[in-house]
C-alpha cells in the first residue's frame, strides 16, 4: 500500500487526513430515523462524490498548471462560461443536443487558450493574467445569458449529470474516466516530465530543448478544458446552463489541488492526491452541511485549510533543508 | 570543413552590448579552451551556439547547416550538447529523468496507449553512463536537488554525454569538483577527442585549460581578442589578454 502510494506520488498524510476527517464526521453528524449516521449512508457518500466530481475535474486542471509553476485563478468563472454556452446554443438557439458539449467544451479550451496565450506571448504573468479572465468569463458568461438561468435540456445532456447507471452517478464515471486519463499524461508520457521538469526549473527544461512556450500554451488550454467538462456536468445535474455556476470554485479547486500534494512552486503534482484532496474538500463541506453549519462558515473553513495546508508544508520543507 | 563556425556573432541584452560581433571556428574532434574574465561574455556567446538564447545578428553554423534559427532542442538534435554553468538540472527530479529530460524514449503500454515513457530502460541506460563515467551516486532514483555539488556536476555532464554528441561545450565543469574528479574530467575530455568528439572548455583555472586544449581564445568584453596555439603561447601571456594588459 505504501509503495502504491509511492509510486503514484500520493502523500499517505492525505490519505490520513481523508480517513480522520470521515471518521469525525460520521461521528457529529446526525442519526436517521432507522438509527443510521446520515454520513454513513450511501445516498450521503454518493452526494460527496457528486459534489466532488465538479471541483474535483477543476482540480486536475489545476494540479497541471500549479506543478508547472503555474497558476489559474479562473476555473471558477470558465466553469459558468462553459455552463451558459453549451446551454445557450441548445436551448436558446435551439441547436442540436452535442453543442452543448461541444460549446461547454469549447468556450473553456478557448478561455484557457486565451489565458496561455497572454501569458507566453506577452510575457504577463499568470496570476494576472487569470485573475483578468477571472472578471472577463464571470461577466461574458451573465452577458450571454443575460443574467439569468437557461433552463431546459434535452434528456440526453440530462444523462451526463443526473443518470445512474449501475446506482452510480453519471458524474462519477466521468470524474475517473478524466482522472484516468490526466494521471497517465502527467504520470507516464514525456508531456508530463516536461510540464514537471518546467516547474521546477525552467532553464533546465529550455536547456534540454523542452518548447517551454508550446508546453504552457497547451497546460492552459488543458485547464480550461477541465473548466468546460466541469461546467458541461454542472448544466447537465441542475439541468441550467448557470451564469453564476462555479463561484470561487478555483479556491476549492486550487486547495484540493495542494492538500493532495501538488508543490505550489512547481516540480511536483500528482493527479491520485489530488483526487483524494477533492474528496477530503467534499466531506468536509458534505459533513458542515449535515451539521447545518452556515455556508459562511464554510467558505471560511475552507480557505483556513488552503492557508494551513501550504503553511504546513512550508514548516516541513524548511525543516528539511535545516537538517 | 570546420564543425561549427560562428560569423559576426552579437547579443545585447537591452543596453547593454554582451557579444560585438563574435568569430570563432572549431573543428571535429578538437579541444578548445575559451577564457576571459568575468562578464567576458563567455557563457552568453555557448548559449547562442546552444539556442537558449538568439543572436541579434551573425551566423551559425553546425556541420555545414545553418542552425542560427533552429531552437534549443533542433540543436540538441543535430549533436551540440551543453553543460551549463548553473548545471540546469531539475531538481525535484529524478537522477535518471533529468539525464533523459527531452529526449524520453517511450512505447507502448499494453501495445496500446501510446507514448507511454520507457522508466525502466530510463533508469538501466542512466545507471549505465553513470557507471561507464565511474560516478557514484547512492540511487537512480532519488532527486537531484538532494546530491552534492560535485554529483550534480556529473550527473550534468552524463546527460550531456548520453545522445552521442558532436560538439559538447563545458562551461565551468569543475568548478565544484574536488581534485581527483577534476582529473577524471580532463581524462574524459581527452578520451572524447579520441572518439572524434569536440568540446569548449570554459574554465578559470588556466591549469586545467592548458593541459586539455591544444587550442586557446580569449574573450575580452565580447570580442575575440586572441587565439592561440597551446604550443606557441604561455600562462603569462594568456593571462596579459584576459586583463588586457596586451600590447
Ligand atoms: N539574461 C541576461 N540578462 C541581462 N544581462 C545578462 C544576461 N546574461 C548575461 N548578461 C550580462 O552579460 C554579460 C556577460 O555575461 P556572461 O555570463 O556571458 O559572462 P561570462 O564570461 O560567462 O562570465 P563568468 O566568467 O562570470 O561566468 C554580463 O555583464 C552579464 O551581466
Ligand atoms: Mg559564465
Redesign the interface.
Known amino acids: 500500500m505504501l509503495k502504491l502510494l509511492e509510486r503514484t506520488h500520493v502523500r499517505p498524510e492525505s490519505l490520513a487526513v481523508l480517513v480522520g476527517l470521515a471518521v469525525v464526521m460520521a461521528i457529529l453528524s446526525p442519526v436517521t430515523g432507522s438509527g443510521v449516521r446520515v454520513f454513513l449512508t450511501a445516498n450521503n457518500f454518493f452526494n460527496i462524490i457528486l459534489a466532488s466530481a465538479t471541483f474535483g475535474i477543476l482540480a486536475i486542471g489545476a494540479t497541471y498548471v500549479i506543478s508547472a509553476a503555474g497558476i489559474d485563478l479562473s476555473l471558477g468563472s470558465v466553469l459558468g462560461l462553459a455552463s451558459v454556452s453549451g446551454a445557450a446554443l441548445v436551448v436558446t438557439l435551439e441547436w442540436p443536443w452535442y453543442f452543448a458539449i461541444i460549446g461547454s467544451l469549447g468556450a473553456g479550451a478557448a478561455a484557457g487558450a486565451v489565458n496561455g496565450f497572454i501569458i507566453t506571448r506577452g510575457h504577463v504573468p499568470a496570476f494576472i493574467v487569470t485573475l483578468g479572465m477571472l472578471g472577463i468569463a464571470r461577466g461574458l458568461a451573465l452577458i450571454i445569458s443575460d443574467g439569468r438561468g437557461i433552463y431546459g435540456l434535452p434528456p440526453e445532456i440530462l444523462f451526463l449529470g443526473q443518470a445512474r447507471p449501475w446506482g452510480i452517478p453519471t458524474p462519477v464515471f466521468i470524474l475517473v474516466a478524466v482522472a484516468l486519463v490526466a494521471h497517465?499524461i502527467l504520470a507516464?508520457?514525456?508531456?508530463?516530465?516536461?510540464t514537471?521538469?518546467l516547474g521546477?526549473?525552467e532553464?533546465?527544461?529550455?536547456?534540454?530543448?523542452?518548447?517551454v512556450r508550446r508546453q504552457r500554451m497547451m497546460l492552459y488550454t488543458i485547464s480550461g478544458l477541465m473548466a468546460g467538462i466541469a461546467g458541461l456536468i454542472f448544466t447537465a445535474r441542475v439541468n441550467t446552463g448557470d451564469p453564476t455556476a462555479g463561484l470561487s470554485y478555483e479556491l476549492l479547486a486550487i486547495t484540493a489541488a495542494i492538500i493532495g500534494g501538488t508543490?505550489l512552486f512547481g516540480?511536483?503534482g500528482s493527479i491520485l492526491g489530488t483526487m483524494i484532496g477533492a474528496l477530503i474538500m467534499g466531506v468536509l463541506q458534505n459533513g458542515l452541511n449535515l451539521m447545518a453549519v452556515q455556508a459562511y462558515y464554510q467558505q471560511m473553513a475552507i480557505g483556513a485549510v488552503l492557508i494551513a495546508a501550504v503553511w504546513l508544508d512550508q514548516i516541513r520543507t524548511r525543516g528539511r533543508s535545516l537538517q | 570543413m570546420n564543425l561549427l563556425e560562428l560569423a559576426g556573432v552579437k547579443k545585447s541584452f537591452g543596453a547593454v552590448q554582451v557579444l560585438n560581433g563574435v568569430d570563432l571556428t572549431v573543428d571535429a574532434g578538437e579541444v578548445l579552451g575559451l577564457v576571459g574574465d568575468n562578464g567576458a561574455g563567455k557563457s552568453t556567446l555557448m548559449k547562442s551556439i546552444?539556442g537558449?538564447y538568439s543572436t541579434d545578428k551573425g551566423h551559425v553554423r553546425f556541420d555545414g547547416i545553418d542552425v542560427t534559427h533552429l531552437?534549443?532542442?533542433?540543436?540538441?538534435?543535430m549533436g551540440i550538447e551543453?553543460i551549463?554553468q548553473?548545471l540546469?538540472?531539475?531538481?525535484?527530479?529524478d537522477v535518471a529523468?533529468?539525464i533523459f529530460?527531452?529526449?524520453?524514449p517511450?512505447k507502448r503500454?499494453l501495445g496500446l496507449?501510446p507514448?507511454?515513457?520507457d522508466?525502466r530502460r530510463i533508469d538501466r541506460q542512466a545507471q549505465e553512463m553513470l557507471d561507464q563515467l565511474g560516478v557514484h551516486v547512492p540511487s537512480v532514483h532519488i532527486p537531484v536537488g538532494m546530491l552534492s555539488g560535485g554529483q550534480q556536476q556529473t550527473i550534468a555532464i552524463a546527460?550531456a554525454l548520453t545522445f552521442k554528441p558532436k560538439l559538447v561545450i563545458m562551461d565551468e565543469p569543475t568548478a565544484a569538483l574536488a581534485v581527483r574528479e577534476v582529473e577524471s574530467v580532463l581524462k574524459l575530455i581527452d578520451q572524447m577527442r579520441a572518439e572524434g568528439i569536440a568540446t569548449i572548455l570554459i574554465s578559470h583555472r588556466l591549469n586545467d585549460v592548458f593541459e586539455a586544449c591544444e587550442r586557446i581564445v580569449v574573450l575580452r568584453r565580447g570580442n575575440v581578442i586572441a587565439d592561440l596555439k597551446r604550443d606557441k603561447t604561455d600562462m603569462a601571456e594568456v593571462v596579459s589578454y584576459i586583463v588586457g594588459a596586451h600590447g
Not at chain 2, 529530460?101 to 524520453?104: A, D, K, P, Q, V
Open positions: 497517465y507516464h508520457t514525456p508531456f508530463g516530465h516536461h514537471l521538469a521546477d526549473n532553464n533546465s527544461a529550455r536547456a534540454t530543448g523542452i518548447n508543490n516540480g511536483r | 546552444t537558449v531552437d534549443p532542442g533542433e540543436r540538441r538534435e551543453m551549463y548553473d540546469a538540472l531539475a531538481a525535484q527530479q529523468n533529468n529530460l527531452g529526449r524520453e517511450t503500454m496507449i507514448s507511454f515513457v522508466k546527460r
